[in-house]
């Protein structure tokens, strides 16, 4: 009876109000990365100032900025799960536009390095959010659909990146070669000009209302009364030396495990550092994967049954690893699209936000709409129908780069660079609707976070800097981006291992949930 219920909860139409929630959560994701993404059409005027490398670029968008991402994104993917999403999404909105503007006002490597953390940590309320949002406004059958259009932000944004801060660079430039106001250049202006607006958005989100967690699977779960308190509990456990503190208060053999963490990860970042002389980019990531590495454990103690659903779950695992090769693919076209088109065709930044950004806004657009309608409809079909739909992006690009990356046509590069954005973009929707599937409503926010781990610690911490360390080192940035395709046999195999036992995982998720102590309840 109460299965009845639920199902004919699930095939009711979704109120308007739902899809208005959509339509703000999508111009929020699409500001997100414009402030993100506004870096690429900037990055060879940020070398020629700063003096930087390209590998050095590399790290300053993807390193510094994926480490902090992804480690705040654990308390705050705790803290949406318990707390009002609206306020906590409002709040990282505002942060993340300060930080942005911020970045204007960077006189070194350093300093824009510091404001690119603050950016990071901001961005990371953004998805856990939103996820859980359009989990209580959409019933399962539409998830797919609604979390591609939430997420075709990603890619309107980063196309939209490339036009405004183009044009923007190029009017202030032409306006005062040397420096203008305040004694700013053309790209510092830029960040300038698209982090404010983000104020302004902030108290747009505020007005929405706060759905109730779960309600409508039958499934309804109460917020937490202590939900910062238990915020400021979760940011100690991934931050050290807090986290030497918390392994040691759960007993002698899971502090020992943590210190046998730390020193491996500690061992690999030194040698890699001394192999490439990049010690920023492996101290940081080593910082990261501790962070993670510590809070993992911490969760199997403390919340057993999230725990289980998530990093226990090998079809979770694999559907985060697969859109984690994805994102390395993705995120490394994405980012070096632009300088290489300036370098190698001589294309000024107006000309590539009409020729690079324009169509990846419509080809991300495109292809993350498509993959989740096309992604439900598989589900429908199969039970592991939505992740059917991530091979397309992890095989798709291979030909696209090789051959964008290797010809002296800069029209085919263009034509390579569109269908690479619509090939990448079509696996999020799929790969996010997947992963939600195979958790409790009140563990969203948090599996929200561990699922963006995988694209932040593997895709955009490694993706942009590797193609750049290898385009430093060979002095060709061609080279530097197709040497990243040699990842995706790994993405394939994760892929494999989720489909094989997805059915199972997502059947038994009640159970195995109930046998580590979760309460279940429904309406």
């Known amino acids: 009876m109460e299965q009845q219920e639920t199902n004919a909860a699930a095939r009711q139409p979704v109120p308007a109000y739902g899809w208005y929630g959509l339509g703000v959560l999508f111009v929020v994701y699409l500001v997100n990365f414009v402030d993100r993404q506004i870096l690429s059409i900037l990055a060879n005027d940020i070398k020629a100032d700063l003096g930087l490398t390209d590998a050095q670029l590399g790290f300053l968008y993807g390193t510094a900025f994926a480490i902090f991402y992804a480690l705040f994104g654990i308390p705050l993917g705790r803290l949406a799960d318990g707390w009002s999403r609206t306020r906590l999404l409002a709040l990282g909105l505002t942060l993340w536009s300060c930080m942005t503007a911020l970045s204007g006002m ?52 980063s196309g939209l990146s490339l036009l405004v801060g183009g044009a923007i660079v190029e009017a202030w430039n032409a306006a005062w070669p040397d420096s203008g106001p305040l004694g700013l250049v053309g790209w510092q202006a830029a960040f300038l000009a698209v982090g404010l607006p983000g104020l302004v958005l902030a108290l747009w989100v505020l007005s929405l209302r706060e759905p109730v967690r779960g309600a409508i699977d039958g499934l309804p779960s109460p917020g937490d009364p202590h939900a910062w308190r238990n915020f400021l509990r979760e940011v100690s456990l991934i931050v050290p030396p807090f986290t030497l503190l918390g392994a040691a208060r759960r007993g002698m053999a899971p502090l020992a495990v943590n210190l046998a963490g730390a020193g491996l990860l500690a061992t690999a970042a030194w040698a890699l550092a001394a192999a490439t002389g990049n010690p920023g980019q ?18 199997r103690g403390s919340d057993p049954a999230t725990f289980a659903l998530t990093w226990r779950t090998r079809a979770f695992l694999g559907t985060v690893l697969a859109y984690a090769i994805v994102c390395f693919t993705g995120y490394t076209v994405s980012y070096w699209a632009a300088p290489y088109a300036e370098r190698v065709f001589g294309y000024d930044k107006i000309a590539l936000g009409w020729l690079l950004g324009a169509p990846a806004a419509l080809g991300g657009f495109l292809g993350v709409i498509g993959g989740g309608w096309l992604a439900d409809r598989l589900a429908r079909r199969f039970a592991s129908g939505r992740l059917m739909v991530v091979m397309i992006g992890l095989l798709g690009p291979v030909p696209l780069v090789l051959v964008g990356y290797s010809t002296a046509n800069s029209t085919l590069f263009f034509v390579c660079s569109f269908l690479l954005q619509v090939t990448t973009s079509s696996a999020l929707g799929a790969s996010a609707a997947a992963s939600q599937a195979l958790v409790l409503p009140r563990m969203r926010g948090t599996a929200t976070a561990i699922f963006f781990i995988g694209p932040a610690l593997i895709g955009l911490a490694f993706g942009p800097y590797t193609a750049g360390l290898v385009s430093e080192r060979t002095g060709s940035l061609a080279i530097g981006v197709m040497a990243n395709l040699a990842v995706v046999p790994l993405g394939v195999v994760a892929l494999l291992v989720a489909i094989r036992g997805y059915a199972a995982a997502e059947a038994t998720r009640l159970e195995r949930a109930a046998s580590r102590g979760e309460a279940i309840t429904s309406a």
């Open 282 to 299: 492996f101290w940081f990531v080593a910082i990261g994967y501790y962070a993670v590495f510590s809070w993992a454990c911490a969760l």
């Open 106 to 157: 960077a006189r070194n490597g350093a300093a824009l390095a510091a404001a690119r953390i603050g950016v990071g940590v901001g961005e990371a309320t953004a998805s856990p959010c939103a996820y859980s949002l359009i989990g209580d406004w959409f019933p399962q059958r539409l998830r797919g659909t609604a979390l591609a259009i939430y997420s075709a932000g990603l890619f309107v944004g």
